[in-house]
T-cell receptor, first 109, second 111 residues
Framework: GQQLNQSPQSMFIQEGEDVSMNCTSS?????WLWYKQDPGEGPVLLIA?????ELTSNGRLTAQFGITRKDSFLNISASIPSDVGIYFC?????????FGAGTILRVKS | SQTIHQWPATLVQPVGSPLSLECTVEGTSNPNLYWYRQAAGRGLQLLFY??????ISSEVPQNLSASRPQDRQFILSSKKLLLSDSGFYLC??????????FGEGSWLTVV
């Protein structure tokens, strides 16, 4: 089936540092979504991207929909301890979403 | 505003027993509904999705089934649970543009 390649798998960074993660696919998607999941909870939507080339910010988060429609990145600026969790990208086509395997973010205070 | 709720939040069931997880959505009409399973805190696997009442698409052949008896109700079931059915189950709904919102999740442990 179709896959999303999300990288890195995990990150251990210093508080205050900027973070970048990305997803790539061999297929085109109409929508890219980024979610964050805290332990034991459902994923929460961070940013939704609907147009190729779109760059969207949500506080310290910035995400872009790649111009080829096959990739997306998420940046977190000035990370803080509460940024820890698992970040998932998702590509949408039709009624279905395909998720990346997730990026585990750990922040050292 | 729209809300999604699923229950129970945690469940411990013996092997061979039945399962019923329920999910309801409020504040929207004719949503697309989904059941995902997440193992080991990583990777969301789509199990079922539904575009309308009585319409169920299965993504992965397995020991589970889904039903949508009402527009905003989605149920995940099993007649006989297996150990491998243990995991974190997430119900979700999506807007017409595809943005998907998740429920709180249900932890199932089969013993």
């Amino acid at each position: 089936g179709q896959q999303l390649n999300q990288s890195p798998q995990s990150m251990f960074i210093q508080e205050g540092e900027d973070v970048s993660m990305n997803c790539t696919s061999s297929s085109i998607f109409n929508t890219w979504l980024w979610y964050k999941q805290d332990p034991g909870e459902g994923p929460v939507l961070l940013i939704a991207l609907y147009k190729a080339g779109e760059l969207t910010s949500n506080g310290r988060l910035t995400a872009q929909f790649g111009i080829t429609r096959k990739d997306s990145f998420l940046n977190i600026s000035a990370s803080i301890p509460s940024d820890v969790g698992i970040y998932f990208c998702a590509g949408q086509r039709g009624n279905k979403l395909v998720f990346g395997a997730g990026t585990i973010l750990r922040v050292k205070s | 505003s729209q809300t999604i709720h699923q229950w129970p939040a945690t469940l411990v069931q013996p092997v061979g027993s039945p399962l019923s997880l329920e999910c309801t959505v409020e504040g929207t009409s004719n949503p697309n509904l989904y059941w995902y399973r997440q193992a080991a805190g990583r990777g969301l696997q789509l199990l079922f999705y539904s575009v309308g009442i009585g319409q169920i698409s299965s993504e992965v052949p397995q020991n589970l089934s889904a039903s949508r008896p009402q527009d905003r109700q989605f149920i995940l079931s099993s007649k006989k649970l297996l150990l491998s059915d243990s995991g974190f189950y997430l119900c979700a709904w999506s807007t017409p543009t595809g943005t998907i919102y998740f429920g709180e999740g249900s932890w199932l442990t089969v013993v």
